[in-house]
């Protein structure tokens, strides 16, 4: 029985596999069924005690002596679901998992054999988690340990994964008994109506994305790389751009991009002297010596499709080998354009400088849902080398 981490996966052996999860209070287990664009169909993809039944995917109760289960026969899910994901969430209105540690364990559901157990570390005020997804990779269904927690229970969860979640309307407050009325005296008109209060978005709907077209971020904002109705991005390629300040002498700043795993693990790093990484899913252009002309001065490319599915994060940093401050840098900046169209999606301009030679602009975070998110940095290092930036680009993930 393999003791999973997060981030690792196991080949399924069998078509018929169950997720019981487990922990010290009782937990509400639920599974759904998602598409290639990390999205259910309808409502009827979320399985769960009150909808316990799917194409291929049913939930399993333990009567309060045995852990829930979601129960997945890989054969039977329909053409077009590329993923089911586990998620669990304690029973008790409002209760966090600190101090709950949930195991979720992989099993044959034929025979009843553990095939793998997954405890998720270092849980706090999360209220939901998504603790396992059995994925369809290159025609081989697969378990995953996720193990990515949720602060706002299990309707955040929902709405990520696009399932409909209606919030329980006040109850309206009793009508006053009605007075007795005096027939010698003409009653008052009836008050207008109050206009309609607009209705509250949706949750997880302020989340920044590209359906408006190209955003323009601030130091710390995140956007989602997805367009509502497109399907995701899959080559990208992230251009970064610098100037001598006031006429100074050429500048030769160095960019690069790190790439992380599970738990932070430094995989490779794309930089001058390594121009391909991740078997060609990560390629530089190749040493800017001056910063002069218009333009992208190096431009890293990114096939997001085929990026391995271990890696989790990549941080593109840029670096002054020469030894020279950004405060002798003008109009930095990274950008990322859809490598297909040419389009421009996001940019990023650093405002500020310290006297460092070393800053990170920005990071690219795949979820669990297939999509990436990218964030502004800014983050201003003492390090002449991607070398030296692995270990702050890390903690920043």
């Given at each position: 029985?393999?003791?999973?981490?997060?981030?690792?996966?196991?080949?399924?052996?069998?078509?018929?596999?169950?997720?019981?999860?487990?922990?010290p209070v009782r937990l509400d287990v639920s599974g759904l069924l998602?598409?290639?664009?990390?999205?259910?169909?309808?409502?009827?993809?979320?399985?769960?005690?009150?909808?316990?039944?799917?194409?291929?995917?049913?939930?399993?109760?333990?009567?309060?002596?045995?852990?829930?289960?979601?129960?997945?026969?890989?054969?039977?899910?329909?053409?077009?679901?590329?993923?089911i994901v586990v998620t669990a969430s304690p029973d008790a209105a409002?209760?966090?998992?600190?101090?709950?540690?949930?195991?979720?364990?992989?099993?044959?559901?034929?025979?009843?054999?553990?095939?793998?157990?997954?405890?998720?570390?270092?849980?706090?005020?999360?209220?939901?988690?998504?603790?396992?997804?059995?994925?369809?990779?290159?025609?081989?269904?697969?378990?995953?340990?996720?193990?990515?927690?949720?602060?706002?229970?299990?309707?955040?969860?929902?709405?990520?994964?696009?399932?409909?979640?209606?919030?329980?309307?006040?109850?309206?407050?009793?009508?006053?008994?009605?007075?007795?009325?005096?027939?010698?005296?003409?009653?008052?008109?009836?008050?207008?109506?109050?206009?309609?209060?607009?209705?509250?978005?949706?949750?997880?709907?302020?989340?920044?994305?590209?359906?408006?077209?190209?955003?323009?971020?601030?130091?710390?904002?995140?956007?989602?790389?997805?367009?509502?109705?497109?399907?995701?991005?899959?080559?990208?390629?992230?251009?970064?751009?610098?100037?001598?300040?006031?006429?100074?002498?050429?500048?030769?700043?160095?960019?690069?991009?790190?790439?992380?795993?599970?738990?932070?693990?430094?995989?490779?790093?794309?930089?001058?002297?390594?121009?391909?990484?991740?078997?060609?899913?990560?390629?530089?252009?190749?040493?800017?010596?001056?910063?002069?002309?218009?333009?992208?001065?190096?431009?890293?490319?990114?096939?997001?499709?085929?990026?391995?599915?271990?890696?989790?994060?990549?941080?593109?940093?840029?670096?002054?080998?020469?030894?020279?401050?950004?405060?002798?840098?003008?109009?930095?900046?990274?950008?990322?354009?859809?490598?297909?169209?040419?389009?421009?999606?996001?940019?990023?301009?650093?405002?500020?400088?310290?006297?460092?030679?070393?800053?990170?602009?920005?990071?690219?975070?795949?979820?669990?849902?297939?999509?990436?998110?990218?964030?502004?940095?800014?983050?201003?290092?003492?390090?002449?080398?991607?070398?030296?930036?692995v270990k702050p680009a890390g903690k920043i993930l």
């Open positions: 029985m393999t003791a999973m981490t997060p981030g690792s996966n196991i080949p399924l052996p069998t078509a018929h596999v169950a997720v019981d999860v487990a922990a998602l598409t290639a664009d990390g999205k259910v169909r309808s409502d009827d993809d979320f399985i769960f005690f009150n909808q316990p039944a799917g194409p291929g995917v049913t939930y399993r109760s333990g009567g309060g002596s045995a852990p829930d289960a979601i129960v997945v026969d890989t054969s039977a899910v329909p053409a077009g679901i590329e993923k409002g209760q966090s998992f600190q101090g709950i540690e949930p195991t979720a364990t992989i099993r044959d559901a034929g025979t009843g054999g553990a095939l793998a157990t997954f405890t998720p570390p270092k849980l706090g005020t999360e209220t939901a988690l998504v603790i396992v997804e059995i994925y369809l990779r290159n025609g081989v269904w697969k378990a995953r340990a996720v193990g990515q927690g949720y602060a706002n229970g299990l309707a955040g969860i929902a709405t990520d994964f696009g399932v409909s979640v209606e919030e329980p309307a006040p109850a309206a407050a009793p009508a006053p008994a009605p007075a007795i009325a005096d027939p010698r005296v003409a009653a008052p008109p009836a008050p207008a109506a109050p206009p309609a209060a607009p209705a509250a978005p949706a949750p997880g709907s302020g989340k920044i994305n590209l359906d408006k077209g190209r955003v323009s971020l601030q130091k710390n904002q995140t956007v989602s790389l997805v367009k509502g109705g497109a399907p995701l991005l899959s080559r990208v390629k992230m251009g970064l751009g610098w100037e001598p300040a006031y006429r100074g002498k050429d500048i030769d700043l160095d960019a690069s991009v790190i790439a992380f795993g599970p738990t932070r693990k430094h995989l490779d790093s794309c930089y001058f002297g390594k121009l391909s990484i991740l078997n060609g899913a990560i390629k530089h252009s190749g040493d800017n010596l001056t910063g002069e002309g218009g333009g992208d001065d190096e431009v890293i490319v990114v096939d997001l499709g085929a990026i391995p599915a271990e890696v989790s994060g990549l941080v593109f940093t840029v670096n002054s080998f020469s030894g020279q401050k950004f405060t002798e840098v003008a109009k930095a900046y990274c950008r990322l354009v859809d490598a297909a169209t040419g389009e421009e999606l996001v940019r990023f301009d650093l405002t500020t400088a310290e006297p460092q030679t070393g800053v990170m602009m920005a990071k690219l975070i795949r979820q669990f849902t297939g999509e990436w998110e990218m964030t502004a940095l800014g983050e201003f290092e003492k390090s002449r080398t991607v070398r030296g930036m």
